[in-house]
């Protein structure tokens, strides 16, 4: 999952700060299955995300 995320989404955007440990599984009690958690952490990668939401 996270290598993916790093050669699909964070190379392909040129996400400055992405890191492969910016992100984790978070296993609980109230789901059999894992749940991916992600830091987006520095203002410019989150404002790449920005930039795409938004239309125009």
Do not use: K, N
């Not at 050669?7 to 894992?34: C, T």
């Amino acid at each position: 999952m996270f290598e993916a995320f790093a050669s699909r989404v964070a190379v392909s955007l040129s996400m400055q700060d992405f890191g492969m440990d910016d992100g984790h599984f978070l296993h609980g009690p109230e789901s059999q299955h894992p749940v991916y958690v992600g830091d987006i952490g520095a203002a410019t990668d989150f404002g790449v995300f920005i930039r795409i939401a938004l239309p125009g």
